[in-house]
């Protein structure tokens, strides 16, 4: 019997935990639009606390706040009663809010609305309640008038001042001061209890004064109580030398007081008990009596302090753990001791509980005919009491609900319905408090929903990882599925990764991945779709970067940054040195693809880094530079060595050999002044591609040994690179070979899938293995295919080949087929199963009933019944619409008829699309297919249309020549594609200054008139001319030119235009004669300073004359260097000095007169080394040409 009952109670839980599994909640998305339409029951959102204190002076304002759809309802409960509002005039709630506010500035007493206050929220949808608002008013009550009597002690006993506070809400704050306001000191002799009372363990004749005074501080008045001072008059055996110093070895001043052991003043008695709640803080007091004055020590029985959480305060006399836990529970020792003797107190902690939450219930949304569940979990000591409610009223006192089961703190719910929306409450209490929560069940029917942008663009850079989102929502929650450009089967597995919120990753995006992807979202509401355009672009690429480089002061440095892209990406490229941007400034030079740092100074050394970035990607590529001194060519002194590539690492050499796996050592090679940050590994094998080295692995520059994995059956040798600042060493010899022992297969063959190339046949293809994977000798592949879902046995086939045809199947059907490489050495693992179909056949159906609506110039919506999705005898691809031109309903203008095509994707049930890029005023023919991914079906109906009149195409060329002066003249032609009746031509132009446009003037012609001719208002103006036809829609596209063309040419011919004035002609014949005359002034000036008469007496200047040593005078003779008196000065350079200068008579020279006024300079000339640098003008201007260089 027993066992049985265990039987019934096993499948109990095993059905229980079977349907919690398959509970499930819908989680609704923070999106605007669904939140604004979503029917939701309501929440609290923000109330009072449960304890509310207010200010007796303020206003009461009690908050409940609460979110649901539509906008909830607000009533309130006080002392469990219906609170009517509008009966009190003082009480008045908030629009759109559940906020009580209770208004005294008309009177009334704060008091008098004490009590224990709930809101409730409510819709249609269910009522949500708040907690249980105790609303209390801040009291702060004067201190009773009593009499206090002087305290009499005698010296060295102990003392309590009682302090009997008022008992405030909340409790005051007290402590001691005396009657200057100043606080009483306390130390280990004297402090205040935890009671507000000030203890002495013994008491000083210094203690006697006549003003301790208790005060209490009551937080919400900002008031301070104080208590009648107290009179403390100390009794002393022997006089207090109050004459001497304080002496704290000796504070009785060498009286002798009986000293006494250790009693207990907080608490009394050998053991006291203490309750506190677990999250509160703990407060242990121990103040003892005694003389000398006790220390206090604290311990607990069974175990350490927790040193983490324990505070000692007020000189040890008080211990204190903040947030108690219940492993703080236990027996507490202080102990107190003096020198004369000890003793304890024990305090037994037992530490209780409020509720506190293991498991709060939340919001459940389900859609009609799903399960879910409520859990309402708590504890707390005493263990607390669950009690479910819903709308506010006990669940057993609710209507029944055939869909709801309680079973103890979790409520089941199965097959839920429309209208059973409801909120549920939780609350969880004990005798120290309770905890309430709200969780609404919502029974949501809503038809899929898409959340992000329509027909959103994504680039992508090609063979990277790639996410398109589809962001969904729907209850039931939709199904959604991934089509690409139309094609029928979804997209997941292999290459493809559809995820649960609705995005498709593409593992490695490569070209051909490029078109519009559909994300279908469909429940038994209905179906939505959208799409996203991806564009696989080339990577942003430095082709050529920078490299480290080293340059000698004064020289030039360049980097080079030579970047490559896709052409559709624009792409910008910036500088940066040592990360910072790099201001160019007027030396630093840059182009498309260097920088040139002419005139290198050491502020230039830096890490320079280009930066290619285009919207989408980026590559950066960094490098150094080395500003070095100029080599000395002081053999003496040794100049520095710019950084260099390392030496080739040397020695390799293989240890360790194991299966897959050896060692490699090797010794690096010179760093050549940078250090070595990294070693490259590569290796070659001689089965596959013998001579060709791959990269196996890199590793940091300050290793020289190290562990390689290897893959089986391969023949290695080994060789290292050395990488520095500057760039890679040359190649390190090879290391001896070294081949590894051949094994099964480690990889599943990658890209299974089946399709059928003739309607009767599935061809199976697949990756094959790498080289270095095959792992072993005669490799080969191991293939299995069923019909799906028949349950029949599995068909397989071994082969080398990377595909193979299945023959005879039935036209597209489903198969199951799977993959496994194998070698001599064994097989490997076998793939996941994949899907794939056999071959299509022609679609049998037509598209019905195409038609078209909303005809525009450039567009029209088309409509057409779908085909039966088995007719389509294969994929659905698309419906594929045929267009074509048929006519222009323009008399005579011949136009193209050639056959375009447009294909829609679409599985709705009342299909439709836009077909636009058409030509106006255009009669056009089309008709539709369906198409799978190898053929068509049958056509439509064919349908005609005629689009309306559109604005015309641009003229079809438009010239400005210069006729005369000041008129030019413009032609053009009719554009090739009117798009409608033309009615005419509009001319603007504007007048241009730098970037900016006059205001337009406007030209109107017939249609017949292709030619203007116009006179310049202002021929010294740029002009922008923007030429259009018309239609009656409206003008067309504009063929704009400028005249003149550049500003060179409006120079040009202003130049001209200035050379031919009379007014120029007669300015310029005026400065001319101005010059003229100047001229000849000068000339005749310069004649009148001509020779002098002693010049007339000797034809040729005296030599030179030095004096000898012995006082005699030598004559040198230079007449053959002279050029002969009166001889022009040469006009090939600055004339020579002349003889006859001023300067060589002593006319503000250096010649000298004799005392009868004779002078001497006739027969002597003085030249230094400054006149011989400073050219003399001639006194010959016998010529206009000497008049010209007396005048330079």
Not at 684 to 690: G, M, S, V
Not at 878 to 886: A, D, G, N, S, V
Not at 1070 to 1094: D, H, N, Q, T
């Amino acid at each position: 019997m027993l066992a049985q009952g265990g039987q019934v109670a096993l499948a109990v839980v095993s059905s229980l935990l079977l349907l919690l599994q398959q509970a499930t909640s819908i989680e609704v998305p923070q999106d605007p639009k669904i939140l604004q339409d979503l029917k939701q029951p309501p929440t609290i959102i923000k109330q009072s606390p449960k304890d509310f204190i207010v200010d007796p002076r303020d206003n009461i304002i009690i908050e409940c706040e609460a979110k649901g759809n539509p906008q909830p309802r607000f009533t309130w409960r006080r002392k469990g009663k219906f609170l009517n509002t509008g009966k009190d005039p003082r009480v008045n709630m908030r629009k759109r809010s559940g906020t009580l506010e209770i208004n005294f500035r008309s009177g009334g007493r704060p008091e008098d609305y004490e009590g224990e206050y709930q809101c409730l929220a409510s819709n249609d949808l269910g009522v949500a309640v708040s907690n249980k608002i105790l609303l209390r008013v801040s009291k702060a009550p004067l201190w009773p008038k009593e009499l206090l009597e002087p305290v009499l002690v005698s010296e060295g006993h102990s003392l309590v001042l009682a302090c009997n506070p008022p008992p405030g809400l909340p409790p005051p704050y007290t402590f001691w001061m005396n009657s200057a306001m100043i606080p009483i000191p306390q130390d280990r002799r004297v402090s205040m209890g935890l009671n507000g009372d000030l203890y002495f363990s013994n008491v000083l004749a210094k203690d006697a004064h006549t003003d301790y005074s208790c005060n209490a501080r009551f937080l919400f008045t900002h008031t301070i109580q104080q208590k009648n001072p107290f009179s403390l008059k100390v009794q002393s055996a022997e006089p207090y030398n109050d004459t001497s110093s304080y002496n704290s070895s000796d504070p009785y001043g060498g009286r002798r007081i009986p000293e006494s052991m250790p009693t207990f003043l907080s608490p009394s008695g050998s053991e006291s008990s203490k309750m506190v709640l677990r999250g509160q803080q703990l407060l242990l007091e121990c103040i003892a009596a005694g003389l000398p004055t006790p220390s206090i020590k604290w311990f607990k029985k069974g175990g350490d302090l927790p040193a983490q959480k324990v505070k000692f305060e007020n000189h040890n006399k008080t211990l204190k753990i903040v947030s108690v836990s219940e492993e703080d529970a236990g027996e507490y020792v202080c102990l107190a001791n003096n020198h004369v003797g000890g003793i304890r107190h024990n305090i037994h902690v037992q530490v209780k509980g409020a509720p506190y939450w293991l498991d709060k219930p939340t919001n459940l949304v389900l859609a009609p005919d799903e399960n879910g569940r409520l859990v309402c979990r708590a504890s707390g000591n005493p263990r607390p009491q669950v009690q479910w409610l819903v709308n506010g009223e006990p669940v057993e006192s609710s209507l029944p609900n055939p869909s709801r089961e309680m079973m103890g703190d979790t409520i089941i719910f199965r097959s839920v319905q429309i209208g059973s929306s409801a909120v549920y409450q939780c609350n969880a209490s004990n005798q120290h408090g309770y905890l309430l929560a709200n969780a609404f069940v919502s029974v949501l029917d809503m038809a899929p929903r898409i959340l992000g942008p329509k027909s959103q663009l994504i680039k992508v850079i090609e063979n990277n990882r790639t996410f398109l989102d589809c962001p969904f929502f729907g209850s039931p929650l939709p199904d959604l599925r991934w089509f690409k450009n139309g094609q029928g089967s979804g997209l997941d597995g292999g290459h493809y990764r559809v995820y649960i919120n609705g995005t498709l990753e593409i593992k490695r995006a490569r070209t051909e991945d490029e078109g519009t992807y559909t994300c279908v979202a469909s429940n038994i509401m209905g179906t939505v779709e959208n799409q996203v355009i991806l564009e696989v672009k080339e990577p942003t690429r430095i082709v050529r970067g920078l490299e480290h480089q080293s340059a000698f002061r004064g020289s030039t440095a360049r980097f080079d940054c030579k970047v490559k892209s896709d052409p559709s990406l624009p792409v910008t490229v910036s500088w940066l040195k040592d990360d910072s941007p790099l201001s160019l400034g007027w030396r630093l030079r840059r182009d498309e693809e260097s920088l040139s740092i002419p005139n290198v100074n050491e502020g230039d050394q830096g890490v320079y880094t280009c930066t290619a970035q285009s919207e989408i990607d980026q590559d950066v590529s960094s490098a150094r530079l080395t500003v070095l001194e100029e080599v000395s060519f002081n053999p003496s002194v040794s100049s520095a060595l710019p950084p260099d590539r390392p030496d080739p690492p040397m020695d390799l050499d293989l240890s360790d050999l194991a299966v897959r796996s050896v060692r490699l050592t090797w010794i690096p090679g010179n760093d050549h002044n940078s250090v070595i940050t990294q070693f490259l590994v590569q290796y070659e094998e001689d089965r596959w591609e013998p001579g060709s080295w791959q990269n196996l692995t890199s590793y940091p520059g300050d290793l020289n040994s190290v562990i390689l994995q290897l893959s089986p059956f391969i023949n290695y040798q080994f060789r290292v690179i050395a990488i520095n600042s500057v760039g890679q060493s040359a190649p390190s010899h090879p290391s001896p070979r070294y081949k590894t022992s051949g094994a099964p297969p480690d990889v599943i063959p990658s890209g299974l899938q089946g399709w059928g190339t003739k309607k009767n046949n599935m061809e199976i293809s697949w990756e094959p293995l790498l080289n270095v994977e095959r792992n072993g000798p005669n490799l080969h592949y191991q293939l299995w295919w069923r019909r799906k879902d028949t349950g029949e046995a599995w068909s397989n086939v071994t082969t080398a080949g990377s595909k193979h045809v299945v023959h005879d199947t039935e036209t597209y059907v489903p198969y199951e087929i799977r993959i496994q490489a194998l070698n001599d050495h064994g097989a490997g693992p076998t793939s996941n199963v994949a899907t794939g179909y056999s071959g299509e056949d022609k679609p049998t159906d037509a598209p019905t009933n195409l038609r078209v609506s909303n005809v525009d110039s450039t567009s029209v919506t088309i409509h057409w019944n779908p085909v039966d999705p088995s007719s389509v005898v294969g994929e659905f691809k698309e419906y594929r619409l045929y267009y074509w031109r048929e006519a222009s309903l323009l008399k005579g203008l011949r136009v193209s008829q050639e056959k375009m095509t447009r294909g829609f994707y679409s599985i709705a049930q009342r299909p439709s699309a836009v077909l636009g890029g058409l030509v106006p005023f255009s009669h056009y023919r089309m008709l539709m297919v369906v198409a799978n991914r190898g053929h068509e079906g049958p056509p439509s109906n064919t349908v005609e249309v005629r689009t309306k009149e559109g604005v015309p195409d641009a003229p079809k060329y438009f010239e400005i020549v210069k006729r005369a002066f000041d008129t030019i003249h413009l032609q053009w032609d009719k554009p090739l594609e009117p798009n409608g009746v033309l009615i005419g031509y509009q001319l603007k132009y504007h007048t241009v200054n730098g970037s900016k446009l006059g205001p337009y003037r406007l030209e109107t012609f017939p249609p017949n008139i292709t030619q203007y001719t116009m006179r310049l208002p202002d021929r010294a103006m740029r002009y922008k001319f923007f030429l259009s036809a018309l239609t009656q829609v409206g003008a067309g596209e504009a063929f704009t030119g400028e005249f003149p063309r550049s500003a060179n040419e409006a120079y040009s011919k202003d130049q001209v235009d200035i050379a031919t004035q009379g007014w120029f002609i007669g300015l310029m014949c005026a400065i001319a004669l101005i010059i003229l005359i100047l001229l000849i002034v000068c000339f005749i000036k310069r004649s009148r300073g001509g020779k002098y008469p002693v010049r007339d007496k000797k034809d040729l200047a005296l030599d030179p004359v030095d004096q000898k040593e012995d006082g005699s005078f030598d004559y040198h003779s230079d007449e053959d260097n002279k050029p002969l008196q009166g001889s022009q000065a040469s006009l090939d350079g600055p004339p020579k000095e002349s003889d006859d200068s001023l300067v060589d008579y002593g006319e503000g020279g250096d010649g000298q007169f004799n005392e009868d006024g004779s002078f001497i300079g006739q027969y002597t000339v003085k030249k230094d080394s400054k006149d011989e640098t400073e050219g003399n003008e001639s006194s010959e201007a016998t010529s206009p040409v000497n008049a010209i260089y007396s005048l330079a």
